[in-house]
C-alpha cells in the first residue's frame, strides 16, 4: 500500500477500511491476506440465513452513505 507523506499510517488506513467493510454487514466475516509484511488481499463474505417456515425473508440491509457503523473494543 502507497502513501502521500502527509496520510495517516498506512496500518491506520486499513483499520478503517475494514471497520468500514464490516459495519456494512450485518452476518459475515472480513479475511485479511498478507505477504511479506503487506495487505494484499481483503475477503468479504456475507451470510443471509433463511427465516423459519411461516415467516417473511428479511432483506439485505446496506448501511445509507454516511451511516456509522457501531464497533465495540474489547
Known amino acids: ?3 502521500a507523506p502527509n496520510d495517516q499510517d498506512p496500518w491506520t488506513q486499513v483499520a478503517d477500511w475494514v471497520f468500514r467493510i464490516a459495519g456494512e454487514i450485518r452476518y459475515g466475516k472480513v479475511e485479511i ?3 511479506d509484511a503487506r495487505i494484499v488481499q481483503l475477503e468479504v ?3 443471509f440465513r433463511s ?3 411461516g415467516r417473511p425473508s428479511p432483506e439485505p440491509r446496506r448501511r445509507k452513505e454516511g451511516e456509522v457503523a457501531e ?3 474489547g
Do not use: C
Request: aromatic share 0%; hydrophobic share 15%; proline share 20%.
Open 33 to 35: 491476506t498478507v505477504h
Open 45 to 47: 463474505t456475507e451470510k
Open 71 to 73: 464497533h465495540s473494543t
Open 51 to 53: 427465516p423459519p417456515p
Open 1 to 3: 500500500m502507497t502513501h
